[in-house]
């Protein structure tokens, strides 16, 4: 088939790896690139009326206007899949001849964060709705949605990948993730349980501990393939969720053990139902228990190996990357 897939494409992306998942499926793909909209400049005319207005500028609608209708006729796409394009006028992706119109978000959808007014007033106008979040399934039939698909997260194995051996890798315990409010003690946890054994990545950290703290490596977002030196620079991975998307599982439940990390997650029904807890992971219902598991851990290397192996098997048997998630989303679109 002939996909046109419209998100954000700066390698190392969700929507990148969903584009990459459907070329390795075997369909043609064709995308229109809407990062001008998620990397404007703070201050910019472009970066204020997302912010403030929860939408585009009417010159940023137009070019991705001019480029759907382009790809449209060149391309000639079967479906048009949107990912996440919330803050554009949706009589872009809807007023075509594409014979399949089909939106997807990474995100919860009953958050006012991740919807808009235009998104919402459309929402029922798309033929499909694919969501990584099962509780949001039936709270958008409840909205009207026409059809509403759940799919598991997924990793990229370009970039999610095992390079570096366990006992090759000179932290015992990391983390990959924002910061946010409910994680702002994460790097002192890190200093008292696992001193100068801990890395943490990602966006906001320097924002809120300019000078660092002793005791644990800050590092800032990794992507593409530095993304893959990252994950692979440390042990145990610990996964903590976002409660404001009320997430059961996330990629990084998928991305960690592919990339080798002795998976350290939340106890939750989903992440139950990928990981046989204390055999292909390790599961937690607070941090408390979380470090004490990690202080056990460290005494049995041997156990943190077999754990990490298990779970890379468990990884390894298929199933889980974006390839697997692009044939089922056709699947369910076609039949």
Known sequence: ?????VGDMRVGTNSRSVAEGYKTAGHDVAWVDISPSTTAAKGSKLWYSVRKLQRVTAEEDT??????????LEFGPDILLAIKVIHYDQSIFLDNRIPIKVHQSFDDVSNPDNVSAEYLDHEADWDHIVTTKRHNVPELYARGAKDVLFIWGAYDPQFRRRTTSLDQRPFDIGFIGASRPDRCTLPRQFADNAPFKGIIYGPRWHRRYPIGVRGVALKRAATGPAYTVAANSFKIGLILLNSENRDQHTNRTFEA???????????????????????????????????????????????????????????????????????????????
């Open 63 to 72: 070019r991705v206007l001019r480029e759907v209708n382009a790809a449209t």
């Open 1 to 5: 088939m002939r996909v046109l897939i």
């Open 257 to 335: 053990p592919a990339s080798g990390q002795l998976v350290l997650a939340q106890r939750t029904v989903e992440h139950l139902e990928v990981f046989q807890d204390g055999v292909s992971g390790i599961l937690f219902d607070h941090m408390g228990e979380a470090w004490e598991h990690v202080r056990n851990l460290q005494r049995n290397p041997v156990q943190m190996r077999n754990i990490a192996e298990a779970g890379f098997m468990m990884i390894s048997k298929g199933g889980h990357t974006y390839r697997d998630r692009a044939n089922q989303v056709i699947k369910h679109v076609s039949s």
